[in-house]
C-alpha cells in the first residue's frame, strides 16, 4: 500500500508555504475528527513537521513529539501522537487506511528518534482500487481500470508454445469456410439451372448431389479434424497453467500463502485453468473461423445485392451496442459467482480437515447447515445470472431474426418483380443464415469471454507474485556448522505490527537454546525466521558468520531437522514419509533412523511394516506413533541444526519419555533451539531464552534464571502451583 501520495497542487503549495521540506510520507484518510465522512484530508510527515490539510489543517513539529501510534477501534482507527506526555489525536479513518495509519505512527515514531534514514515500507496489498475506489475482486488489479488488452496479450502468450496447432487450426477454419461459401454457388446453380427450368433430368441431379455431398463430407472431415485440434491445443493450455501455477505456489513465500485461503487457490489451480480450456476450445479456436466468415459473407453480400445486404446488415449496430452496454454487468456476474464458489471451497476445506472435531463435538448438522446456507447463496447467484442470460440472449436472437425476416420480405418482392432469380434468393438467405450464425456466437461471446478473463485474472493475480524469498545469485552451498548470530532484528506478520523487535541472540555450536514466554510472544516466529520461512524487516540473522540471505535455500534447508508440535504425514506410507526429508535415502537409513527415533519397534508391528499405508495425516497412527515417525523424518537428513518445536505437549507419560530419549539422542551435536511448555522439558538445555516484550528479557541456565526471580521463575512457580492443584 502506497504510502507517500502526491498532493493536490493547492495543498501542496499551502504545505511549501509552511516549509520548505518534502512529505516523506502521506496519506489520504476517509473520516474527520468528528467522524464524518470526508474526501480531502490528507496525513502526513516531513523531517521537521506533521502536517494535516484539507478540510482540516494543523502543523506539529517533529521534535515536540514522544512517540506516535494508532489505537484500533471497532470498524477503524485513530493515530495518535504524545506530547509533553499527553496524548494527541491527530487523525481518524475507517479499516480501509488502516494499515496505512500503523505505517505512518511507526514512520513518525522513528522521525521523532532521529532515524531520518529509514524509511517504513507497507507491503499489505490494496483492497480498494485507487482510481475508482471499487472493492477489488480477490485480486491486485481492478477488472474495471485494468487495460482491456491485458488479457488478450496473456492469452496470446499462453498459446505460443502451440503456434504451430494455432496454425493449422485457422488455416482448417479458412478452408472450412471456403467451402461453406462456395456450396451456395453449387445450389443456386442446381436451383435455377435446373429445379425453376425444368430442365434437369436424373444424371444432372446425381452429379449435383454427388458433388454437394462430396463437398460436405471434405468440410464435416476437416471439421473433426479442427474439433480435434481445438481440444488438443485446450487442454495442452490448462496442462501447462495447472503446473506453472503449481510450481510459482511452491516458490512463494509463507507471507503470501498465510493470507490466501486454500480453497480459492485451490479453485484457481482447477476451476480458473479448466475456464480457460473451456474458451480456448469453444470460442478462441472458433474466434477466427468466424471472424473470417463474416467478411466473406459481408463482401459476397454486397456484391450479389448490395440492398439486400444493407437489410440484413441493419440490426447489426444495434446488437452490438446492446452488447456492449451490459458488458459491464457481465464483468461483475462472473466475479461474485467466483467469490461465493471460492467460499464454498474453503468451508469444504475446513470441514473435512478438521472432521474429527466436526464429530468430537456432534456439530455434523451445524455444518450442514451452514454450508447450505453458502451454498443457497451460490445457487441464488447462479440462478439470478442465468435468469439474466436467459432474458439476455432471446432478446438478441430477435433482434438477429428481424434483419432475416427483412431480407426474404425484400428479396421475395425482388423475385416476385424479376430483378432476382429463385436460386439467387435462396443463395442470399443461406448467406444471411451464415450470417446470423457468426452474429449469434458473437452475441454469445461477451459472456465466455469475460468468463474466461476474469478467470485469466485469477490465476496470473498469482502468477504475478513476486516470490519474497529468493536465491540470490552466486548463492552460498556449504555444510553448515551451527553457528548462529542473531542480530537486532525486527519482525511482523503484517508490516505495521512487529512481533519481535531489535532481538539479539548469540548460540554456539552444538548448544541447546530453550525458548519460553507467554503464548504470542514470538518464539514460534523467531524459529520460523531462523528457517527463513521469513525474512526480516530489520536485522541480520547470521549462519557460521554468513547472512541467512547469501545461502542456497535448497542447501541450507537440507541442513535443518524439524519436529513440530502438530506433528504434519501425508498420506502414504511410513516408509514414504520418513523418506521424505531424503528420497535418496536407503533402506538401512531409514531402519538406523527410525530406531534412533524409538519408532522401528511398533513400525515393525504395523500390518505391512513400513509400507503401511496411514491414511491422511497419519490419522491411522497415535500421537506418539507421528511424532516419533517425524523424528525419523528430521534424524535422515543429519541436520546441523535442530528445531522442537512443542514436541511433546500433547503426549503421554510414555510416549514422552520415550520421545524425550530420542531428542537426547538426536540433540547431540547438533544446534538445538526446543520450545516447551512443560519447562521441566527444558532443564537440560545448555541456556534458556526468555522471550517477552518482543525480544530475549532473560537469558541464561535454568538455575541462573531461578536465582534471577525474574519473568522465567514466576513461570516455573505458576507451572508448580498448577502441577500441584491437579494433583
Not at 500463502?257 to 479453485?267: S, T
Request: aromatic fraction near 8%.
Amino acid at each position: 500500500m502506497e504510502l507517500n501520495l502526491k498532493l493536490p497542487n493547492e495543498l501542496r503549495q499551502r504545505l511549501a508555504n509552511k516549509t520548505a521540506a518534502e512529505p516523506i510520507y502521506c496519506i489520504k484518510t476517509d473520516l474527520s475528527l468528528t467522524g464524518n465522512y470526508t474526501d480531502r484530508l490528507y496525513i502526513g510527515a516531513t523531517e521537521k513537521e506533521i502536517f494535516i490539510l484539507g478540510e482540516e489543517e494543523k502543523f506539529i513539529p517533529i521534535s515536540s513529539v514522544q512517540s506516535a501510534s494508532c489505537i484500533n477501534l471497532v470498524n477503524g482507527g485513530i493515530l495518535t501522537v504524545s506530547i509533553d506526555g499527553e496524548e494527541i489525536m491527530l487523525a481518524r479513518c475507517s479499516m480501509t487506511h488502516i494499515s496505512r495509519f500503523f505505517c505512518l505512527a511507526k514512520g513518525i515514531k522513528w522521525l521523532s528518534e532521529g532515524k531520518t534514514d529509514k524509511r517504513v515500507v507497507n507491503t499489505e496489498r490494496e483492497k480498494y482500487c485507487k482510481k475508482c475506489g471499487r472493492v477489488l475482486p480477490g485480486t491486485s488489479h481492478c477488472p474495471k481500470c485494468d487495460k482491456e488488452h491485458r488479457n488478450f496479450n496473456r492469452l496470446i502468450n499462453i498459446c505460443k508454445p502451440h503456434a504451430a496447432t494455432l496454425v493449422v487450426i485457422v488455416a482448417l477454419m479458412l478452408f472450412g469456410s471456403a467451402i461453406d461459401l462456395s456450396v451456395q454457388f453449387v445450389l443456386r446453380y442446381f436451383v435455377d439451372g435446373y429445379l425453376v427450368t425444368g430442365k434437369g433430368t436424373a444424371l444432372n441431379v446425381l452429379v449435383v448431389f454427388a458433388v454437394y455431398f462430396g463437398i460436405t463430407l471434405v468440410s464435416a472431415i476437416g471439421y473433426l479434424y479442427r474439433t480435434y485440434l481445438c481440444n488438443k491445443l485446450g487442454i495442452g493450455v490448462s496442462y501447462r497453467l495447472r503446473a506453472q501455477l503449481n510450481n510459482h505456489i511452491q516458490k512463494l513465500s509463507l507471507s503470501f500463502l498465510d493470507k490466501r485461503n486454500p480453497g480459492a487457490v485451490i479453485e484457481r489451480v482447477m476451476n480458473d485453468t479448466n475456464h480457460v480450456r473451456g474458451f480456448i476450445c469453444d470460442c478462441f479456436c472458433n474466434m477466427f473461423g468466424m471472424l473470417v466468415t463474416l467478411v466473406s459473407l459481408a463482401v459476397l453480400m454486397l456484391v450479389l445485392n448490395w440492398k439486400l445486404a444493407l437489410a440484413a446488415f441493419a440490426f447489426a449496430p444495434l446488437i452490438i451496442i446492446f452488447a456492449r452496454t451490459f458488458w459491464p454487468k457481465i464483468r461483475r456476474i462472473f466475479h461474485n459467482q467466483h467469490r461465493r464458489s471460492d467460499r464454498i471451497h474453503n468451508k469444504l476445506q475446513d470441514v473435512l480437515s478438521g472432521i474429527r472435531i466436526v464429530k468430537t463435538y456432534g456439530k455434523e448438522k451445524e455444518e450442514v447447515e451452514e454450508f447450505c446456507k453458502l451454498n443457497d447463496k451460490l445457487a441464488d447467484v447462479q440462478r439470478s445470472n442465468e435468469t439474466f442470460f436467459a432474458i439476455f440472449f432471446p432478446f438478441l436472437s430477435l433482434l438477429l431474426a428481424f434483419g432475416s425476416y427483412l431480407i426474404t420480405y425484400l428479396g421475395g418482392m425482388g423475385v416476385l418483380e424479376g430483378s432476382m432469380t429463385v436460386g439467387e434468393l435462396m443463395q442470399f438467405i443461406s448467406y444471411a443464415g451464415m450470417l446470423l450464425g457468426p452474429l449469434s456466437w458473437m452475441s454469445f461471446l461477451p459472456r465466455r469471454i469475460i468468463n474466461m478473463t476474469t478467470s485469466l485474472e485469477r490465476i496470473y493475480d498469482i502468477l504475478d507474485e513476486v516470490p519474497g524469498i529468493i536465491n540470490k545469485e552466486n548463492a552460498l552451498k556449504k555444510e553448515i556448522e551451527g553457528n548462529i548470530e542473531i542480530n537486532n532484528i525486527t519482525f511482523g506478520y503484517n508490516s505495521y505490527e512487529p512481533v519481535l523487535e531489535n532481538l539479539s541472540l548469540k548460540v554456539k555450536k552444538g548448544e541447546m537454546i530453550g525458548l519460553v514466554g507467554s503464548s504470542g510472544c514470538g518464539k514460534s516466529t523467531l524459529i520460523n525466521l531462523i528457517m527463513r520461512l521469513y525474512d526480516t524487516d530489520e536485522g541480520e540473522i547470521l549462519i557460521d558468520g554468513n547472512n541467512i540471505k547469501d545461502l542456497d535455500l535448497a542447501s541450507y534447508h537440507s541442513s535443518i531437522g524439524v519436529v513440530l508440535q502438530e506433528t504434519f504425514l501425508f498420506a502414504g506410507t511410513v516408509l514414504d514419509n520418513i523418506r521424505f526429508a531424503n528420497p535418496s535415502a536407503s533402506m538401512l537409513d531409514i531402519i538406523k533412523a527410525a530406531k534412533s527415533a524409538n519408532a522401528h519397534e511398533f513400525i515393525c508391528k504395523l500390518p505391512d511394516g513400513y509400507n503401511t499405508y496411514i491414511g491422511e495425516k497419519g490419522h491411522m497412527l497415535s500421537g506418539g506413533e507421528k511424532q516419533r515417525i517425524a523424528i525419523a523424518r528430521a534424524i535422515l537428513t543429519n541436520p546441523k541444526i535442530l528445531i522442537l518445536d512443542e514436541a511433546t505437549s500433547a503426549l503421554d507419560t510414555e510416549s514422552e519419555y520415550q520421545i524425550q530419549e530420542a531428542f537426547e539422542r538426536l540433540r547431540k551435536g547438533r544446534t538445538t533451539f526446543a520450545i516447551a511448555h512443560r519447562l521441566s522439558t527444558l532443564r537440560n538445555a545448555d541456556r534458556i531464552a526468555v522471550i517477552n516484550d518482543k525480544k530475549v528479557e532473560e537469558l541464561g541456565t535454568h538455575n541462573e534464571l531461578l536465582q534471577l526471580k525474574g519473568i522465567y521463575y514466576g513461570l516455573v512457580m505458576a507451572q508448580l502451583e498448577m502441577n500441584k492443584n491437579k494433583e
